[in-house]
Structure formats: structure tokens, C-alpha cells
């Protein structure tokens, strides 16, 4: 009962840390377009966003650390050794590529469309990340 309650978790997680990435490409459509106060509200919104996939993501390392525990999968397994070293450059991406550009929003010299294309690109360097993730822990590749 405990493992399901895990997955569950574990799966609930996964969706917290990918979904909101799909809900900022129509903010960042609109961003290209915003007056000053729109463009403000739409980086809060961008920075909350970002601040909940932070949150879902210790979670989903949390309940990935409880099933590794509670399962019977060794560390050494090829799939979880990819999906760690895969999140690891994750976490590192994810620290450097939104709140650095967010913050030079509020710069008057500031490139407002090469950042929305920045941001752009960054989300979709993210979700690939997150998809391969997914993937390894779906599949599970055996791979040495």
C-alpha cells in the first residue's frame, strides 16, 4: 500500500513540475505585445510558475528517493543512474536559465524580445529535460 501511495505521489509531482511550463507559452505570446503593467503581471506569473515547479520538483526527488528505498531497484540500475545524472543537469538549467532573465526585464536597456525568446527556448530546453526524465522512468532502458 505504501509503494502505490508513493507512485501516486511521486506521479502527482511529475505532473506539478511539467504542466505549468505548457502554460507559459501563451504568456509569453502575450508578453511580446504588453504594455509596462501587463508585462509586469505576466513575469509574477511567469516567477510563480517557476516557483511551483521548484516546489513539485522536491517533492517528485523526495518520493523518488522513498520509492528507491521502498522498491526493488538497485542505484545501480542504468535507468535510475540516467534519470539522477539527467536531473541533475535539470536542476543546474533550471537555477540559471528563468530568474537571471526575468530580472533583466525591469532593466531600461533591456531586449525585451531577444529575453521573451530567450525564455522561449528555455522553457523548451526544460520540458526536454523533464521528457527525458519521463522517459527513463517509464521505460526503463536497460543500458549496461
Do not use: D
Amino acid at each position: 500500500m505504501i509503494y502505490q501511495l508513493l507512485v501516486y505521489i511521486h506521479i502527482f509531482s511529475v505532473i506539478l513540475s511539467v504542466g505549468p511550463f505548457f502554460v507559459l507559452f501563451p504568456l509569453l505570446k502575450k508578453l511580446r505585445q504588453a504594455t509596462v503593467e501587463t508585462e509586469q503581471a505576466c513575469i509574477e506569473v511567469f516567477q510563480s510558475a517557476i516557483r511551483l515547479v521548484k516546489h513539485a520538483g522536491h517533492v517528485l526527488v523526495g518520493s523518488g528517493i522513498l520509492l528507491m528505498f521502498v522498491g526493488s531497484w538497485p542505484w545501480t540500475t542504468s535507468w535510475v543512474v540516467m534519470t539522477i545524472a539527467v536531473m541533475v543537469s535539470s536542476i543546474f538549467f533550471l537555477a540559471r536559465a528563468f530568474t537571471p532573465t526575468l530580472k533583466q526585464f525591469n532593466e531600461p536597456s533591456a531586449n525585451k524580445q531577444m529575453l521573451i525568446a530567450k525564455l522561449y527556448r528555455s522553457v523548451w530546453i526544460y520540458i526536454t529535460l523533464l521528457m527525458m526524465m519521463l522517459w527513463f522512468m517509464v521505460v526503463k532502458p536497460v543500458l549496461w
